[in-house]
């Protein structure tokens, strides 16, 4: 088998597979693995490209489950609390989000009065998700098998909260009474952009109220220590030490299905031309990439319209710089998000004191920002030049003034655009994550990991469950469980 793409979703489908005695080969362009969870040096500094936290370490969380099946420890890793701080940008109190459920009902009570029967009804709601993913089912069935999976991990409170299967997190809000709270629906706006790269009224219902409780016990949101390339390393390590394969440097260019499997055309390290052959294939590029791999006439008409009709995802903004860590008010919390309007809503990352980052005395702090992918690829360099210098000195001017940093506090500042994107990770246009968390693209509206073309498998963050290395983890076990059941075999975690 062939896993292409060397990002958390397809190291983790290509390590479960191994870990089956399947002969796997995982293709990936870059020099590394990791991909938008991977990290990269500038001097002393260390910086995650993409990804600054992970979920799903806990007992029973997603990569807890996965590493224990692997046979790998989990890495050193500490509990955020607060998960995150979140400035709405009006002067009031920012809001921190306590991993303590206790501690957190009493903030959301003073910072938003009136909220509870909210906040109540998507407690209720993620209970409900977190029991039915539990049993790893396949929500976007495309067979008899897959619809067996789903139908048995039902239960009756799954079936009520499916009622609500078509709501936004806006249409819970009215439903609550709470439709009038502007400053609950600026927070959830905020939050759920980070999370579902869409606001309030446009969030399924379903998936908005799950991922609002992730920072609370008994889950949680994880910085790793060292880097986030820990995990990736992780992965690489069990493929490998399972008889698994890794290329690196090896861009996949196109896709040929033939009556043996699959044919798979790669531009090597040394720049010539090779041909690899699969029986099966695990996709953990965006599928919007399949257009452009697999000829016209290949690929059935419906799909390929589908795939065409897929709304095109954000790009990002993203500074990378390090400052003196003296200058950064106390106390501090590691991850906070801000409102904005130049150059926009930043999500920023603060290292922590010792954890492999920066050396002692100094701090890399990475500040992200949606933006249309536009025309960032296609842009003359001279243009391109000066759109990317005014929009790293808006970014690091809104920084300065939120933060109290002087000219002298910063040592390091340096700017990635879609376009340093599509050239690290390959994504077309250099989008990232994955299409937004709609009701019309939500479960089991959305994309299904069984393709029409035999022996083709998805993963990723266009699949359910969505974004984050949690989400695009547990798509990778849905692809797999499909493609052995498709073989006869049935993959099972172990305990």
């Not at 009215?174 to 309030?200: T, V």
């Not at 920072?215 to 008889?243: R, T, Y």
């Not at 698994?244 to 861009?251: Q, T």
Request: net charge neutral.
């Amino acid at each position: 088998m062939i896993v292409i793409g060397g990002g958390i979703a397809g190291l983790t489908a290509a390590a479960l597979l191994a870990k089956e005695g399947v002969a796997v080969s995982l293709l990936e362009a870059h020099h590394q693995p990791g991909g938008c969870a991977g990290t990269f040096r500038r001097g002393s500094w260390v910086f995650d490209v993409g990804a600054t936290q992970v979920a799903g370490l806990e007992a029973g969380g997603s990569h807890a489950r996965l590493l224990r099946h692997l046979g790998l420890p989990l890495p050193d890793a500490e509990i955020l609390d607060p998960g995150c701080m979140v400035d709405l940008g009006d002067g009031s109190k920012p809001i921190p989000l306590w991993h303590d459920p206790e501690r957190w009902r009493l903030e959301r009570s003073s910072q938003f009065p009136g909220s509870e029967p909210f906040w109540r009804l998507c407690e209720a709601i993620h209970r409900s998700n977190w029991t039915f993913a539990s049993r790893d089912p396949v929500v976007t069935p495309r067979s008899l098998w897959d619809l067996r999976q789903l139908i048995t991990a039902l239960r009756p409170a799954t079936v009520a909260s499916g009622l609500l299967t078509g709501l936004t997190m806006a249409d819970l809000l009215q439903l609550c009474g709470c439709g009038d709270n502007l400053r609950l629906r600026r927070f959830l706006d905020l939050q759920l952009k980070l999370y579902s790269q869409e606001p309030a009224d446009r969030t399924a219902a379903l998936y908005g109220a799950t991922v609002l409780q992730m920072v609370q016990a008994p889950l949680g949101l994880w910085h790793l220590n060292g880097s986030m390339q820990v995990l990736s390393d992780q992965l690489k390590q069990a493929i490998e030490a399972e008889g698994g394969r890794v290329l690196l440097r090896h861009r996949v260019t196109a896709l040929e299905p033939g009556q043996q499997g699959w044919q798979v055309r790669v531009d090597g390290p040394s720049g010539k031309s090779q041909i690899h052959h699969g029986a099966d294939l695990v996709c953990s590029l965006p599928p919007q990439c399949l257009l452009d791999l697999i000829p016209s006439p290949m690929l059935p008409k419906r799909y390929r319209d589908r795939l065409k009709s897929l709304p095109e995802p954000s790009g990002a903004l993203v500074l990378y710089g390090a400052v003196r860590r003296d200058a950064l008010p106390t106390p501090w919390t590691g991850h906070l998000q801000r409102a904005g309007d130049d150059p926009g809503s930043l999500f920023v990352s603060i290292s922590k004191d010792g954890d492999g980052r920066a050396p002692a005395g100094q701090a890399t702090l990475i500040a992200s920002v949606f933006t249309p992918t536009a025309d960032w690829c296609t842009l003359e360099e001279t243009a391109y030049q000066t759109r990317k210098s005014q929009c790293l000195k808006a970014i690091r001017h809104q920084l300065s003034d939120w933060l109290g940093l002087c000219e002298q506090d910063w040592l390091h500042a340096e700017l990635a655009t879609p376009r340093g994107f599509a050239g690290w990770t390959g994504r077309p246009r250099g989008m990232v994550g994955g299409l937004g968390q709609h009701p019309t693209r939500f479960g089991p509206f959305g994309l299904a990991g069984r393709t029409p073309l035999p022996g083709l498998w998805l993963c990723g963050d266009s699949l359910h469950p969505g974004e984050g290395t949690a989400g695009v983890s547990l798509s990778a076990l849905n692809a797999c469980r499909q493609l052995m059941a498709a073989r006869g075999q049935q993959l099972l975690l172990r305990s």
